[in-house]
């Protein structure tokens, strides 16, 4: 089984400041791990993903996230935030059972962007 | 690359009819599929696995004669709301892995649900 945890249910930056969103799992066996942004009324897009490579890893748009095995968690930074980085943001773990890879949510940070 | 399509992308209806969704895989095979709901500001919710010739897996509290799934192909997987309710109205969300060295989750576009 597993589980995801996002802290903090808002996050508010100025434009330019860094990104931080922090994301906690648990998973009885090695997982997979996402972050996911949604922009109002649309679908998910994937923003990076860990998959036992490289623990740091680099995503789409200047993200990137840093998996701490030993202490369970995949936060997602970005130097410097921008107005159009205002959006949901979902942390996913998936793991693999009988029935494939299985992926649960977390609950979500919306991330706001101050001029 | 892989992509997930999703449809329809809209539907209304109203209560008490069915609504079927289908999720496509259309360029690679999926043995399984799986189904989300979205509330409004709300995270996705895991509803049930839809597994290629077999029957689907639920998520506890989901209920199986109101979400009929049905993977009768590699490609395909429906849901079916049986009897929608206003309550059903959400966003519904279907995924699928691809196979081999470089498994990856694509999503579908995410169909919207409304009630009347």
């Known amino acids: 089984a597993q589980s995801v945890t996002q802290l903090g249910s808002h996050v508010s930056v100025s434009e330019g400041a860094l990104v931080l969103l922090r994301c906690n799992y648990s998973?009885?066996?090695?997982?997979?791990l996402f972050w996911y942004v949604q922009y109002p009324n649309q679908g998910l897009q994937l923003l990076l993903k860990?998959?036992?490579?490289?623990?740091l890893v680099k995503g789409i748009n200047g993200f990137e996230a840093e998996f701490k095995k030993s202490e369970t968690s995949f936060h997602l930074t970005k130097p410097s935030a921008h107005m159009s980085d205002a959006a949901e943001y979902f942390c996913?773990?998936?793991?693999?059972?009988?029935?494939?890879?299985?992926?649960?949510f977390g609950a979500g940070t919306r991330l706001f962007v101050k001029a | 690359g892989a992509v997930v399509s999703q449809h329809p992308s809209r539907v209304i209806c109203k209560s008490g009819t069915s609504v079927k969704i289908e999720c496509r895989s259309l360029?690679?095979?999926?043995?399984?599929m799986f189904w989300y709901r979205q509330f409004p500001k709300q995270s996705l919710m895991l509803m049930a696995t839809?597994?290629?010739?077999?029957?689907?897996?639920?998520e506890q509290g989901v209920e199986k004669d109101k979400f009929l799934i049905n993977h009768a192909s590699l490609t395909l997987s429906t849901l079916t709301v049986t009897s929608a309710h206003p309550e059903d109205s959400s966003f519904y969300i279907c995924?699928?892995?691809?196979?081999?060295?470089?498994?990856?989750?694509?999503f579908g576009p995410g169909t919207r649900l409304l009630v009347l």
């Open positions: 360029d690679f095979q999926a043995t399984t």
């Open positions: 839809s597994n290629e010739g077999s029957k689907a897996t639920y």
């Open positions: 995924s699928a892995w691809t196979s081999g060295d470089q498994e990856t989750q694509y």
């Open positions: 996913a773990v998936s793991a693999r059972n009988t029935g494939g890879f299985k992926t649960i």
């Open positions: 860990y998959t036992s490579a490289a623990t």
């Open positions: 998973s009885s066996v090695p997982p997979y």
